[in-house]
């Protein structure tokens, strides 16, 4: 072995000393291994003969070097060492590798393979699903949660496939998207890369819902329906979240209660809604609606508990509430609106009631307060501005939280009590603002408490040194502060004390003037402060309307308005002792302090009121409101009534509110004041059929003080949002009756007429204001029994609880909107005019309540109860024309004639375009109107409104329906359909109040109506419907005029007022088209002329008078120039003059005394049968309604026979007919009466003469009576004939055309007239008997006058029939008889000439001269004129005397008897018409009366009569007339004419006129008895009454015939005053008139004075002496051949006769040659100068007498100054003319000086003014006396008495009457035979004194000649 060293092998060192190359390791423990060759250290390599430690290098980068290396060995694949050094090879860390050998480094793993363990040499390519970059680590990731990988390899995580949208990638490495991932979850959205994690993070958005696998991309396509909400990450499964009540959900509604989606306020959806229009309205509950708060406007709500709309979702759908009727509560308003435009409006009314809340300061002392500012509302800035202190010794009350009255001081002076109250003190204020006010305090005196030992805990008392303080119980806490006294009490001084305890916790603490204190009641005093603006009306005053006057009823509530007052409160105490911090110092500053709080304005006090308020206006009585709506720009959308409505409210109103108990139980009829429901628009307005989207025009009349408020509700929450649409979009107007009657005038404010106070609702202060006055409308319930009612008669009663207003719908007649009619629910009926409530307290109720004047209601004062009976209304508007264009159901009367839309009439011929008229508007300036006045004839045309307009109407009637009734449109002509009333009425004649407030004896309208005195008060509307004739096929039913007319024709009385004077409708354009419902209505309203109100009598009764004077005064001129022509024009030399006052004695006298004493049985009797059949008094101007007595009798009782039960409609027409069969009844007694009167009973002494010389006694008597009968019975048939036939001519004057053509019928009946009277006087045959038979035609025919067209055609009648009658007295009656006696003379002449010569042909006795004295036999008859003509005119005129007399009452009887007769209304002519014309008829009276005189004086100039001395004459014989009746006399004059005998003895005598007056009486009776039958249709022989009746008109008239009759005999009328003129007769005065007799002792004084002058012997020889030739000369025409031919037998006797008496030698047949000469007589010079002297005395005398006559008629007295009589008076001298001569002359020895015996008589003269009967026994007594005095008499062979020898007695007319008595007396004892007459006056002769010739002297013969003559001159008479 070789020792040396041997090379250490490789792989190990040997270090030294190696001793083998066994290789041991070197341990420590362990000495081999020091010598064994070591390896290699690790890290190195060791070649061979390696002897270091170190080796032999480190071993190389890219190797390693374990141990014992001795080569380094190349690091493996995936390995690597990097140093040197390396002991063994590092495997590459995981994320690197290394693919070769000796690396020194591992690479990175490449991006997109995984190196995931040591050592790697080959990359693993990253799998599927996964991914791995450079950055990430060793190994691959997988892909990221949400993301996948189809490919391996992925180099980073962006190589990762995002999960795609709507997958969810819950899981990493995900290659495959079908079954490695699921897709989105419903009710998400998932996006790209969506992993379990994020799936849930994005939910589906809110309004939407998601499906499974819902990507982002579709996550708003799925929109959430409507109807449900889909809130966020809602599913598909999950729409079933329907949409709450009270929300609506569109389409994509993101949660259950949207804001968006929310319904508007009060609405509410059903579940699931998706629009807005699903949103319902929601009623409220009754017992949820707010209560009105007074202290809190913005409560103001309001209620409909009715409504109903359409849904805005299904048309279909009608959704109603009916709180009233159903269990549904009532609809909110939820807004209000008040859409008024101020700027173009009226201004609104202003609140005048005074309010005052507080003063500022409230306390204070007299030392820091002297002015107290006031606040409160509506104060006034004027002149009475007061402000009231009073002082009370109350404490205060005040309000706690629940506004009660609390006062825990003196519990019983609560409340403002007045008893305790002490006015101190009135201050005028200053005003400020509407809001405050400032007012001086007023000195003030503390009050004196009086204790009167009150010494009780808890009150006033004053201590020693007289403070007050209040004496107050200890509480524990005083005690403990040691405040109290031994008696346990405190003493408050202080004027502040703390409250208690016990205040603070029960609320009464005053907590004034801070928390916790309240003032010391003893140490102030409280002072109540009042407002007023007026200085009468005071705030504090309690304000109460009670709802009626009637008392204990209490269904309504009283409206009040509650007082209001500030309170002051006086601090009186200054004391040291102040507690609480309150002394003198402090309070000043306390005070000023609580000022400075207390002025700071509060909305609550001093804010605007919007909703109480503003918008209200005020209309007074009949004002209107004309309300235009301007929703011209409104939507399409919103919809009226169901989106919003308009209300209008009213005050005063009251209407029932439901509400509910505190028990929330719901309370019906619960009444609100004021009402809170507006009022019912017109159904016009309501119709569907107008649109509403333009402007609408609304009216509202007043009819009674109102205010009215307009506002637009919306009650759709839906349309909220609209409210500005309806902001300034109404305007106000109101207007005001001021044209019929002006009480203001222009631009002034003085008020000309009445004013009144405004209604209390309105107004507080109660303001004055002017009267108002309209034309009113009465429309009655009789008229419906007519003419259906129509159907806009006013509502009454409860119907105005909302406002007594009536609203109309105002439509022009430019717009489109359609004619609405209003739904008939009910035709007004007889209910419609009855008490609507059970008794009549509940009615006054009603009616003071709702203020109502259309009732029936009357309280009676004397018997204090109350009646209903409801008969008319008076409407402001006009009936039956309704649904106008303009106006709606109610037309205004004042507002349509006073509307600025009245035009003038179209330019035609009758008004041009320069027609003066055209200068002037329609409505003149009030300052241009000019009125023609009744005497303003020059002005002739007023300036005054006219008014014309057409109104398109419609029919509200169902016109295919005909009415049992007639409707109005189917009035007939001449039907009233209503009445206006002529002149205004104001607003308590319209109402029937007394004043503005209730009263019991408020009356309503028909109160004014039934006080009206006349019926002409009242204008009928009377119906025209004349074109309806000439419609083809009639015009009786279902016939509609197209075109009605309305004229109204008045008269401006003055430039203030007007009256309304005729009214007329007439309907035109007649069709019978039932489906047309228009019609046209024409308006016009016209000013009358000077010529158009004379005729319509529109003036006062003044102007008439004028006029009908001056037509008195023409028909008398129109006479005198007659007269005038005809005397200058006369024939005769010597025409009579015209003896005015002898002629109008001689005929009006005993014309107007003997009318007036037939009238008055005959008014008695009419008086008597009215009263029998109606019960009430006769009026010409009656009263317009007159309750008339209601008689059981006759009233209750059936009208025929065969009637089954009585008929209440009956009774006005029975009364009526029984009327006229009362007339008929006297009539007739009237005719057969006066045919007993003409024709009498008795027979004469001459009829018996007549027929003694061939018939028995008898014979006579029979034959005499039948003749008479006959007569009588001749007279009566004739008349009834007449009446009959004047009856067809009245009947015959109601023709239409008979006025069209009065004039040729009045010439036509004139001429008739003549024809017919011969024929009456034929069948009469006597003048007498015809003459009131032709008047009463004369008569009828005036009054068919009354016919003519108009007043002027009647004057114009009259006119023509004054001068047809000239005519017919000049011409007619004078030449007609002689014309038909010449033609009956000739042919009579003719027969007998015939006749001779038939018989000269035959007989020889026959000769020429016979036929030719037949020829001139009627030629002598004829020749002279006779008294005929003159008694045939005469009486002519007097009949027209009569009927001018009788005419008044006739047209009386009109009057009285209209609706009986019914004539004026044939006529139409009115009630008052009627009055003037019996004006007319009494004033032309006189007028007539003269003008017949001059038209008498005419005739006497013409024709040469002689009528005043026949007048004067035929007077004269009935003055000495021989009996009382002056038919009773047996002497006719046998020289007159037959027929005329009796006319001619009734001497036209006041007899005569009352004959004439009651005959002339039964035919008009007749006549007009049988019109009132007529008229009533009334069957007198089927009335039960019929005999009853007849009896009563028989008794009565049997009572006043023979009460009349005693009273004539009792006051001795018509007594023989002149018995003396038939001493030579002796008639028994059996022979009276039946049933008349004394009528009258004497006539007037001028005709005592004419009859004392005729009969006095002095006058009958100066009348012979002066008119002997004259007699003489006029022989010959008063013994005319025809009265020789017929009297020539009694001429010749009665002359014998009284030549006789004087000589029988004497014959009447030759005197002229037998009567011995007389001659001169001579007188001796004494007896010339005895006559001479007694001429110069004579003469002497006379004209003293004409000096003094003045005197005595001056002297004399109007009434006896005996027995006070006023008739026959006449002067009688108390010193005889005789000796007062003697005295004068014996004073005076010059000759006779007027003037000294003027004065002479005043001095000496005295006289005594008697009466006829008084004179006679004033005579007599003085005669006695005489008698006495002298002591003489003589003694008649028989032993009476002679007379004294006075002397020559000149005898008065008394005297002498009493001489003949005692003659009368003397013959009757001589006479044997009383039956002496005046034909047997011979019989005389045969008595001792008559026998043997008288021996007389040549002075005897010359006066018995005389004597003869004045005998002859007599009987010729």
């Given at each position: 072995m070789n020792g040396s060293p041997k090379p250490c092998p490789r792989g190990v060192i040997c270090l030294g000393g190696c001793a083998h190359n066994k290789t041991l390791d070197w341990l420590p423990s362990s000495q081999e291994g020091r010598m064994a060759p070591q390896l290699c250290p690790e890290g190195s390599f060791c070649t061979a003969q390696e002897g270091s430690l170190n080796g032999s290098g480190q071993c190389f980068p890219g190797h390693y070097c374990p141990k014992g290396t001795f080569d380094p060995i190349p690091v493996p694949s995936g390995t690597f060492s990097e140093k040197s050094g390396s002991i063994v090879p590092t495997l590459c860390f995981p994320g690197s590798y290394s693919s070769s050998r000796a690396s020194r480094k591992c690479r990175l793993c490449p991006a997109g393979y995984s190196c995931e363990g040591y050592g790697t040499y080959i990359p693993r390519l990253c799998n599927a699903g996964t991914y791995r970059s450079l950055s990430d680590s060793i190994s691959c990731k997988s892909c990221p949660v949400g993301t996948f990988s189809p490919y391996s390899g992925n180099s980073d995580s962006s190589e990762c496939l995002p999960c795609p949208s709507g997958r969810v990638c819950g899981q990493q490495t995900v290659?495959?998207?079908?079954?490695?991932?699921?897709?989105?979850?419903?009710?998400?959205?998932?996006?790209?890369?969506?992993?379990?994690?994020?799936?849930?993070?994005?939910?589906?958005?809110?309004?939407?819902?998601?499906?499974?696998?819902?990507?982002?991309?579709?996550?708003?396509?799925?929109?959430?329906?409507?109807?449900?909400?889909?809130?966020?990450?809602?599913?598909?499964?999950?729409?079933?979240?329907?949409?709450?009540?009270?929300?609506?959900?569109?389409?994509?509604?993101?949660?259950?209660?949207?804001?968006?989606?929310?319904?508007?306020?009060?609405?509410?959806?059903?579940?699931?809604?998706?629009?807005?229009?699903?949103?319902?309205?929601?009623?409220?509950?009754?017992?949820?609606?707010?209560?009105?708060?007074?202290?809190?406007?913005?409560?103001?709500?309001?209620?409909?508990?009715?409504?109903?709309?359409?849904?805005?979702?299904?048309?279909?759908?009608?959704?109603?509430?009916?709180?009233?009727?159903?269990?549904?509560?009532?609809?909110?308003?939820?807004?209000?609106?008040?859409?008024?435009?101020?700027?173009?409006?009226?201004?609104?009314?202003?609140?005048?009631?005074?309010?005052?809340?507080?003063?500022?300061?409230?306390?204070?002392?007299?030392?820091?307060?002297?002015?107290?500012?006031?606040?409160?509302?509506?104060?006034?800035?004027?002149?009475?501005?007061?402000?009231?202190?009073?002082?009370?010794?109350?404490?205060?009350?005040?309000?706690?939280?629940?506004?009660?009255?609390?006062?825990?001081?003196?519990?019983?002076?609560?409340?403002?009590?007045?008893?305790?109250?002490?006015?101190?003190?009135?201050?005028?204020?200053?005003?400020?603002?509407?809001?405050?006010?400032?007012?001086?305090?007023?000195?003030?005196?503390?009050?004196?408490?009086?204790?009167?030992?009150?010494?009780?805990?808890?009150?006033?008392?004053?201590?020693?040194?007289?403070?007050?303080?209040?004496?107050?119980?200890?509480?524990?806490?005083?005690?403990?502060?040691?405040?109290?006294d031994s008696n346990m009490n405190i003493r408050l001084y202080s004027p502040v004390v703390p409250c208690s305890e016990e205040n603070i916790a029960?609320?009464?603490?005053?907590?004034?003037?801070?928390?916790?204190?309240?003032?010391?009641?003893?140490?102030?005093?409280?002072?109540?402060?009042?407002?007023?603006?007026?200085?009468?009306?005071?705030?504090?005053?309690?304000?109460?309307?009670?709802?009626?006057?009637?008392?204990n009823i209490h269904n309504h509530e009283d409206y009040k308005i509650p007082k209001s007052f500030a309170r002051f409160r006086y601090l009186i105490n200054k004391h040291e002792n102040s507690t609480f911090g309150w002394n003198e110092q402090s309070e000043k500053g306390i005070v000023e302090m609580d000022k400075s709080i207390c002025l700071q304005a509060r909305h609550s006090e001093e804010g605007v009121r919007k909703k109480r308020e503003l918008g209200w206006f005020h209309l007074t009585f009949m004002e209107q409101g004309h309300l235009s709506l301007d929703f011209r720009h409104l939507p399409d959308t919103l919809k009226y009534n169901e989106h919003y409505k308009v209300a209008i409210y009213v005050r005063p109103s009251r209407c029932s509110d439901s509400t509910c108990n505190n028990n929330r139980v719901k309370e019906l009829g619960k009444e609100a004041l004021p009402c809170r429901q507006p009022l019912v628009l017109p159904q016009w307005f309501l119709d569907d059929a107008v649109n509403k989207n333009q402007i609408l025009n609304l009216t509202l009349l007043a009819l009674?003080?109102?205010?009215?408020?307009?506002?637009?509700?919306?009650?759709?929450?839906?349309?909220?949002?609209?409210?500005?649409?309806?902001?300034?979009?109404?305007?106000?107007?109101?207007?005001?009756?001021?044209?019929?009657?002006?009480?203001?005038?222009?631009?002034?404010?003085?008020?000309?007429?009445?004013?009144?106070?405004?209604?209390?609702?309105?107004?507080?202060?109660?303001?004055?204001?002017?009267?108002?006055?309209?034309?009113?409308?009465?429309?009655?319930?009789?008229?419906?029994?007519?003419?259906?009612?129509?159907?806009?008669?006013?509502?009454?009663?409860?119907?105005?609880?909302?406002?007594?207003?009536?609203?109309?719908?105002?439509?022009?007649?430019?717009?489109?909107?359609?004619?609405?009619?209003?739904?008939?629910?009910?035709?007004?009926?007889?209910?419609?005019?009855?008490?609507?409530?059970?008794?009549?307290?509940?009615?006054?109720?009603?009616?003071?309540?709702?203020?109502?004047?259309?009732?029936?209601?009357?309280?009676?004062?004397?018997?204090?109860k109350f009646s209903y009976k409801l008969e008319h209304i008076l409407l402001p508007y006009l009936p039956f024309f309704s649904k106008c264009r303009g106006f709606d159901s109610y037309i205004t009367m004042w507002s349509l004639l006073e509307s600025q839309d009245c035009k003038l009439p179209d330019m035609n011929e009758s008004y041009p375009s320069d027609w003066w008229r055209r200068k002037f508007p329609p409505l003149p300036h009030q300052d241009d109107i000019s009125y023609v006045g009744p005497y303003d004839i020059n002005r002739f045309y007023p300036v005054s409104d006219w008014c014309e307009r057409v109104l398109s109407c419609a029919f509200e009637e169902e016109l295919e329906k005909p009415d049992i009734i007639p409707r109005w449109f189917e009035a007939t002509g001449g039907d009233k359909l209503f009445s206006v009333l002529r002149d205004p009425i104001n607003y308590y004649e319209y109402t029937g109040k007394s004043r503005t407030r209730a009263s019991l004896s408020d009356g309503g309208g028909q109160k004014f109506v039934k006080s009206l005195k006349s019926t002409e008060s009242l204008i009928p509307a009377i119906v025209k419907r004349d074109e309806a004739k000439y419609v083809k096929g009639g015009c009786n039913s279902l016939c509609f005029p197209r075109e009605i007319s309305i004229t109204i024709l008045y008269y401006q009385r003055d430039s203030h007022s007007k009256r309304l004077i005729d009214i007329s409708i007439e309907y035109k354009s007649f069709d019978k088209d039932t489906f047309r419902n228009d019609y046209e209505l024409e308006i016009k309203f016209v000013p009358l002329n000077y010529e158009e109100l004379i005729v319509k009598f529109a003036y006062d009764w003044e102007i008439y008078l004028f006029i009908f004077i001056l037509i008195g005064f023409f028909s008398i001129f129109i006479a005198i120039i007659y007269y005038g022509i005809v005397r200058i024009t006369t024939k005769l030399y010597d025409p009579p003059s015209l003896k005015m006052l002898g002629m109008?004695?001689?005929?009006?006298?005993?014309?107007?005394?003997?009318?007036?004493?037939?009238?008055?049985?005959?008014?008695?009797?009419?008086?008597?049968?009215?009263?029998?059949?109606?019960?009430?008094?006769?009026?010409?101007?009656?009263?317009?309604?007159?309750?008339?007595?209601?008689?059981?009798?006759?009233?209750?009782?059936?009208?025929?026979?065969?009637?089954?039960?009585?008929?209440?409609?009956?009774?006005?027409?029975?009364?009526?007919?029984?009327?006229?069969?009362?007339?008929?009844?006297?009539?007739?007694?009237?005719?057969?009466?006066?045919?007993?009167?003409?024709?009498?009973?008795?027979?004469?002494?001459?009829?018996?003469?007549?027929?003694?010389?061939?018939?028995?006694?008898?014979?006579?008597?029979?034959?005499?009576?039948?003749?008479?009968?006959?007569?009588?019975?001749?007279?009566?048939?004739?008349?009834?004939?007449?009446?009959?036939?004047?009856?067809?001519?009245?009947?015959?004057?109601?023709?239409?055309?008979?006025?069209?053509?009065?004039?040729?019928?009045?010439?036509?009946?004139?001429?008739?007239?003549?024809?017919?009277?011969?024929?009456?006087?034929?069948?009469?045959?006597?003048?007498?008997l015809s003459g009131p038979i032709m008047t009463s035609m004369g008569l009828i025919e005036g009054l068919m006058t009354l016919a003519a067209k108009d007043f002027i055609d009647f004057l114009l009648s009259y006119i023509v029939g004054f001068g047809f009658m000239i005519l017919e007295r000049m011409y007619i009656n004078p030449c007609l008889s002689s014309v038909i006696d010449e033609v009956g003379s000739k042919l009579s002449k003719i027969r007998r000439v015939i006749t001779v010569s038939i018989f000269s042909m035959f007989s020889t006795n026959y000769e020429t001269q016979d036929v030719n004295n037949v020829l001139t036999e009627n030629d002598d008859l004829n020749n002279g004129a006779a008294v005929e003509p003159i008694l045939e005119n005469y009486h002519s005129s007097c009949c027209d005397t009569l009927s001018l007399l009788y005419t008044p009452y006739i047209i009386f009887l009109l009057a009285v008897f209209r609706d009986e007769t019914g004539m004026a209304k044939l006529y139409g002519i009115k009630e008052q018409d009627l009055l003037y014309y019996f004006l007319f008829a009494f004033v032309i009276i006189p007028f007539q009366i003269i003008a017949d005189m001059f038209i008498h004086g005419s005739l006497s100039c013409m024709y040469g009569w002689k009528l005043y001395d026949y007048i004067f004459y035929a007077n004269y014989r009935f003055l000495q007339r021989e009996t009382k009746w002056k038919g009773f006399e047996d002497s006719h004059d046998e020289c007159i004419d037959e027929s005329l005998r009796s006319v001619d003895q009734m001497c036209f005598s006041n007899q005569f006129y009352l004959v004439m007056t009651i005959h002339v009486n039964g035919i008009v009776y007749l006549v007009l008895g049988i019109e009132m039958m007529i008229r009533s249709q009334y069957n007198m022989f089927g009335d039960p009454v019929m005999p009853i009746m007849c009896l009563y008109v028989f008794l009565i008239t049997g009572i006043i015939k023979s009460t009349i009759i005693w009273l004539s005999r009792f006051l001795?009328?018509?007594?023989?005053?002149?018995?003396?003129?038939?001493?030579?007769?002796?008639?028994?005065?059996?022979?009276?008139?039946?049933?008349?007799?004394?009528?009258?002792?004497?006539?007037?004084?001028?005709?005592?004075?004419?009859?004392?002058?005729?009969?006095?012997?002095?006058?009958?020889?100066?009348?012979?002496?002066?008119?002997?030739?004259?007699?003489?000369?006029?022989?010959?025409?008063?013994?005319?051949?025809?009265?020789?031919?017929?009297?020539?037998?009694?001429?010749?006797?009665?002359?014998?006769?009284?030549?006789?008496?004087?000589?029988?030698?004497?014959?009447?047949?030759?005197?002229?040659?037998?009567?011995?000469?007389?001659?001169?007589?001579?007188?001796?010079?004494?007896?010339?100068?005895?006559?001479?002297w007694w001429a110069q005395q004579g003469r002497r005398r006379v004209k003293m007498k004409e000096v003094v006559q003045p005197l005595i008629l001056k002297a004399r007295n109007p009434h006896c100054e005996c027995c006070l009589s006023r008739a026959s008076l006449q002067v009688d001298l108390v010193h005889s003319f005789e000796n007062l001569d003697q005295k004068f002359s014996v004073e005076n020895h010059t000759s006779f000086n007027q003037v000294l015996w003027r004065k002479f008589w005043i001095k000496h003269q005295r006289y005594q003014t008697l009466c006829y009967k008084c004179l006679n026994d004033y005579r007599k007594n003085k005669n006695i006396e005489l008698e006495t005095l002298t002591g003489k008499s003589q003694k008649y062979k028989d032993?009476?008495?002679?007379?004294?020898?006075?002397?020559?007695?000149?005898?008065?007319?008394?005297?002498?009457?009493?001489?003949?008595?005692?003659?009368?007396?003397?013959?009757?004892?001589?006479?044997?035979?009383?039956?002496?007459?005046?034909?047997?006056?011979?019989?005389?002769?045969?008595?001792?004194?008559?026998?043997?010739?008288?021996?007389?002297?040549?002075?005897?013969?010359?006066?018995?000649?005389?004597?003869?003559?004045?005998?002859?001159?007599?009987?010729q008479k």
């Open positions: 290659t495959n998207l079908t079954t490695a991932t699921l897709p989105c979850s419903e009710g998400f959205v998932c996006g790209t890369a969506t992993d379990r994690t994020s799936q849930f993070d994005h939910p589906c958005p809110a309004g939407f819902y998601c499906p499974a696998g819902h990507t982002p991309g579709k996550q708003y396509g799925n929109m959430c329906r409507g109807g449900v909400y889909c809130v966020r990450g809602t599913a598909t499964s999950h729409t079933s979240n329907l949409c709450p009540e009270g929300y609506y959900c569109s389409p994509g509604t993101p949660g259950p209660k949207p804001l968006t989606g929310r319904c508007p306020r009060q609405t509410k959806t059903m579940l699931g809604s998706s629009m807005l229009t699903e949103c319902m309205v929601v009623d409220t509950a009754v017992c949820d609606k707010v209560k009105v708060n007074p202290y809190d406007t913005s409560e103001d709500m309001s209620y409909y508990p009715q409504y109903s709309y359409t849904s805005l979702v299904d048309p279909e759908t009608q959704i109603v509430f009916d709180s009233l009727s159903s269990s549904t509560g009532e609809l909110t308003v939820l807004e209000k609106i008040i859409p008024t435009n101020h700027s173009g409006s009226t201004t609104p009314w202003k609140n005048n009631t005074v309010e005052v809340f507080r003063s500022c300061p409230s306390y204070g002392s007299i030392d820091n307060v002297d002015v107290l500012t006031l606040i409160g509302r509506n104060f006034r800035k004027s002149n009475v501005l007061t402000c009231r202190f009073t002082f009370t010794e109350c404490q205060e009350p005040y309000l706690d939280d629940t506004n009660s009255e609390v006062n825990d001081f003196m519990p019983e002076c609560q409340g403002l009590n007045h008893a305790n109250l002490t006015i101190h003190s009135l201050q005028p204020a200053q005003y400020i603002s509407d809001t405050r006010i400032s007012c001086r305090l007023p000195n003030f005196t503390p009050r004196n408490i009086d204790l009167n030992g009150n010494t009780d805990e808890n009150s006033c008392q004053v201590d020693n040194r007289g403070f007050f303080f209040w004496q107050k119980t200890c509480t524990l806490q005083d005690n403990l502060l040691g405040l109290c029960s609320g009464s603490c005053q907590n004034n003037p801070s928390t916790g204190l309240q003032f010391n009641p003893c140490s102030t005093q409280q002072v109540i402060v009042e407002v007023s603006n007026n200085g009468i009306m005071f705030s504090g005053e309690q304000f109460i309307v009670p709802h009626t006057v009637y008392p009674d003080d109102t205010l009215f408020k307009v506002e637009v509700h919306l009650i759709h929450g839906l349309f909220l949002a609209s409210s500005d649409f309806f902001l300034s979009t109404l305007t106000v107007q109101v207007s005001s009756p001021a044209r019929s009657r002006v009480n203001r005038e222009p631009n002034s404010e003085e008020v000309r007429g009445e004013v009144r106070r405004i209604s209390p609702y309105v107004s507080w202060e109660e303001q004055v204001t002017d009267m108002e006055y309209i034309f009113a409308i009465k429309y009655s319930a009789e008229y419906a029994t007519v003419i259906s009612s129509p159907l806009n008669l006013p509502p009454r009663f409860s119907a105005y609880q909302r406002g007594r207003v009536l609203l109309s719908m105002n439509v022009t007649e430019d717009n489109n909107s359609p004619i609405v009619r209003d739904k008939i629910s009910e035709i007004p009926s007889h209910k419609y005019w009855e008490n609507p409530e059970p008794s009549f307290g509940l009615a006054k109720e009603s009616i003071d309540t709702f203020q109502e004047t259309f009732h029936g209601l009357a309280y009676d004062a004397n018997e204090k109008l004695n001689l005929i009006a006298s005993p014309a107007f005394s003997g009318f007036i004493m037939g009238m008055v049985p005959i008014c008695l009797s009419t008086y008597a049968l009215n009263f029998f059949l109606k019960g009430y008094s006769i009026s010409i101007l009656s009263t317009a309604y007159v309750s008339s007595f209601e008689w059981a009798l006759f009233d209750r009782s059936m009208s025929h026979y065969m009637d089954t039960k009585f008929d209440p409609a009956l009774v006005e027409t029975n009364q009526q007919g029984r009327m006229g069969l009362g007339f008929v009844a006297i009539g007739l007694l009237c005719i057969v009466e006066s045919a007993f009167i003409y024709v009498p009973r008795q027979i004469s002494r001459r009829e018996k003469e007549l027929t003694k010389s061939y018939k028995s006694n008898n014979v006579v008597d029979g034959s005499t009576k039948l003749k008479k009968s006959w007569k009588r019975s001749n007279v009566i048939v004739v008349s009834f004939c007449m009446g009959l036939f004047l009856v067809s001519l009245l009947e015959w004057s109601y023709w239409k055309g008979f006025g069209t053509y009065i004039w040729e019928i009045i010439f036509a009946m004139k001429i008739f007239g003549i024809f017919l009277g011969n024929i009456v006087d034929s069948q009469l045959k006597e003048a007498l001795n009328i018509w007594e023989i005053k002149h018995k003396n003129t038939a001493w030579h007769l002796i008639v028994p005065e059996q022979n009276e008139i039946p049933g008349w007799s004394d009528i009258k002792k004497s006539i007037n004084h001028d005709a005592f004075t004419m009859n004392k002058r005729m009969t006095e012997e002095s006058f009958k020889h100066r009348f012979l002496n002066y008119n002997r030739s004259w007699l003489i000369n006029q022989l010959p025409d008063l013994l005319t051949p025809q009265i020789m031919r017929r009297n020539r037998p009694d001429l010749i006797d009665q002359f014998a006769k009284a030549l006789n008496t004087l000589n029988p030698a004497i014959s009447s047949d030759s005197e002229a040659e037998k009567a011995p000469k007389f001659g001169a007589p001579s007188l001796n010079g004494k007896s010339r100068n005895l006559l001479r032993g009476g008495n002679i007379a004294h020898a006075w002397g020559a007695i000149d005898m008065s007319s008394a005297s002498m009457d009493i001489l003949m008595r005692w003659y009368t007396t003397a013959k009757q004892v001589i006479s044997e035979d009383e039956s002496i007459s005046e034909d047997n006056e011979d019989d005389l002769l045969n008595y001792w004194w008559a026998q043997g010739p008288l021996n007389i002297n040549k002075e005897a013969k010359t006066i018995a000649t005389m004597w003869l003559r004045t005998a002859r001159a007599r009987i």
